[in-house]
């Protein structure tokens, strides 16, 4: 059973950085693609980034692009999201998934696996 565990959520003020940490159980999902989606209360879940297998692609929505960035080492079956410059309105919860997108990368329903999420809180 694959199994996605998120860490590193917590609370910043405006301006600081946070680092996400994604830690995949099953080393199966070396060669899928994982992305980083979040949610905020009211809204529906969004794409953030995501990194194909190989980590030579990576792909970010326009609200992170040059503030966030997305890499994995597969040996260690890893992925981080490294989050500059955040705003309020980066609060969210953020999930790891894994998939074999054989799409769009920033689609949610491509992704097979979830993680349970980690809250990420930007005060102003």
């Known amino acids: 059973q694959v199994q996605l565990v998120e860490s590193g959520g917590g609370l910043v003020q405006a301006g600081g950085s946070l680092r996400l940490s994604c830690t995949v159980s099953?080393?199966?999902?070396?060669?899928?693609?994982m992305g980083w989606f979040r949610q905020a209360p009211g809204k529906e879940r969004e794409f953030v980034a995501a990194?194909?297998?190989?980590?030579?692609?990576?792909a970010y929505a326009d609200a992170v692009k040059g503030r966030f960035t997305i890499s994995r080492v597969n040996a260690k079956m890893m992925v981080d999201l490294q989050m500059n410059s955040l705003k309020p309105e980066d609060t969210a919860v953020y999930y790891c998934?894994?998939?074999?997108?054989?799409?769009?990368?920033?689609?949610?329903?491509?992704?097979?696996?979830w993680g349970q999420g980690t809250q990420v809180t930007v005060s102003s």
């Open positions: 998934a894994a998939g074999l997108v054989g799409g769009s990368l920033a689609t949610v329903f491509e992704y097979d696996y």
């Open positions: 990194i194909t297998w190989s980590g030579r692609s990576a």
């Open positions: 099953a080393r199966t999902v070396s060669s899928y693609a």
